[in-house]
């Protein structure tokens, strides 16, 4: 019988390994069920932080970038760049007759705008053709003009009567030739024009040379 509760005994022992420790031992967690952490979660967690530090060093080598691409691009401000461009010059007795101002008295616009008109092919030169070679916009054109007193039509037509006054003081020309000249697509438009100029019909000017 004895044995018998010496096998019972045995058995039970085995089947619980802390039945003979002191309770408060028996109620600790053993070092076995503590649970690490995941390979996996370690390797988001590496993974996430050398995205980061990677995004963060591209925003900053872009911005680095841009920075010298654009001061090597413009080195100054745009309008600074204009503002040192020098101013065309205009004879002082043209831009009177147009104004009524000194050229030191107009904006850049008038005088680019004069300056185009008296070296310039009149028959291409029509005013949305000069507001493109100013990179503005032909109201823009207008409203600058018209800050100086003046419009793209009387601008033209002194051009017109200056250039047709120094080619006649060369030589006499017919008139189909100085039509064309001063871009007047019909050669009756620029007669009519020269009689409003002088009071004198163009045949009458041929007297004077032959």
Not at 12 to 20: F, G, I, K, V
Not at 194 to 202: A, C, E, P, S, V
């Amino acid at each position: 019988m004895a044995t018998v509760n010496s096998n019972a005994h045995d058995t039970h022992s085995t089947d619980h390994p802390l039945a003979d420790l002191p309770l408060y031992l028996q109620q600790r967690p053993h070092p076995v069920t503590q649970q690490a952490p995941h390979a996996s979660q370690l390797t988001s967690q590496l993974t996430s932080q050398l995205t980061s530090q990677l995004t963060s060093q591209q925003a900053e080598t872009q911005s680095r970038s841009h920075t010298s691409r654009g001061s090597a691009e413009w080195p100054l401000p745009l309008l600074e760049q204009r503002r040192r461009m020098p101013r065309p010059n205009v004879p002082v007795t043209l831009s009177i007759a147009i104004t009524n101002k000194a050229p030191h008295e107009l904006s850049r616009t008038t005088l680019t705008v004069i300056d185009l008109l008296l070296n310039g092919d009149l028959l291409r030169l029509r005013s949305e053709e000069v507001a493109d070679t100013l990179h503005i916009s032909p109201t823009t054109l207008r409203r600058r003009l018209r800050a100086d007193g003046t419009h793209y039509q009387s601008i033209l037509d002194h051009i017109r009567r200056h250039r047709c006054t120094l080619q006649l003081e060369k030589r006499w020309l017919p008139g189909k030739c100085v039509a064309w000249e001063l871009g007047y697509a019909e050669v009756n438009s620029f007669y009519r024009a020269f009689r409003r100029w002088t009071g004198h019909n163009y045949s009458d000017l041929k007297r004077l040379y032959l």
